[in-house]
Each structure stands twice: as structure tokens, then as C-alpha cells.
């Protein structure tokens, strides 16, 4: 591997480098955009990174980037009643698009990773709620 700038980042005055984490943003917002997914899974540090207040845009997402190229890892939760197949693919499509329209590099995977299903919390009838405010005075 080179560590000669492609032709499309060199400039006249400079090059233009992309971080990773930057990657990992752009893949992290087009994942949480499709339809099915109820969030990222990001472990014990992203979990932690919330607690604290800091929204980590990046929860869940591994990038390898190369010169030209990425290759990108997602994990996500998905919302229960949705197929996992359709959604996982369409999450494929949108970051390969995400990253190639905004970065120029050429995407060769995106690989999804489901680590869990959420369930939709069933709404409290209103009788039960009435119900137990007035119980206790």
C-alpha cells in the first residue's frame, strides 16, 4: 500500500484526508435511517458514552478504510415484526450509497450484524393508570 494520495484527494495546495471516525458517522446516521432499525449496538462504551450525556454517532460501526476503498461493520437492534433480511439489505444499500456520494471511496463490504430485537412496550389502558392514582391518597 502507498501512502501517496489518490489523484481525486491531492489538490494543488494540499491533500484532503478523510478520518475514520468520519466513515463511522456517515454509516451510523445512514443506518439509523432505515426503516426496521431501532438502534445501534455499541457494547459497553457506547453505553456508558450515553449515560454520560455524549450522543455517540459512531455507536456500533467499525470501518477498515483504505486509500480508495471501506469496508464496514454495523450492529444494530432491530424493531420486532420487520424482516431481517429486507431490512438488512436496505441498511447495505443506504451506507454504500451514504459513503461513496459523500466521501468518494468505493465501498466493497458492509457487513450487519443483528444483536438484538426490541419489542414495542404494549400502552398502559387508562383505566389502570386512574385506577392506581386514585388507590393511594
Not at 41 to 61: F, M, P, Q, T
Not at 79 to 84: F, K
Not at 104 to 120: P, S
Amino acid at each position: 500500500m502507498s501512502t501517496i494520495a489518490p489523484d481525486y484527494v491531492k489538490t494543488d495546495i494540499g491533500s484532503i484526508q478523510i478520518a475514520p471516525e468520519v466513515i463511522e458517522i456517515i454509516a451510523g446516521l445512514a443506518t439509523v435511517e432505515v426503516q426496521g432499525v431501532a438502534g445501534m449496538s455499541g457494547g459497553l462504551a457506547g453505553g456508558i458514552a450515553e449515560l454520560l450525556g455524549r450522543k455517540n454517532l459512531s455507536k456500533g460501526v467499525k470501518v477498515e478504510v483504505g486509500q480508495r476503498e471501506a469496508a464496514i461493520d454495523v450492529s444494530i437492534i432491530i424493531e420486532y415484526g420487520n424482516r431481517i433480511p429486507e431490512v438488512a439489505s436496505d441498511i447495505q444499500q443506504n451506507v454504500k450509497n451514504a459513503i461513496e456520494s459523500m466521501t468518494g471511496l468505493n465501498v466493497v463490504e458492509v457487513n450487519v450484524h443483528i444483536h438484538d430485537v426490541h419489542f414495542k412496550q404494549a400502552d398502559k389502558p387508562i383505566e389502570e393508570e386512574t385506577a392506581a392514582a386514585h388507590r393511594v391518597k
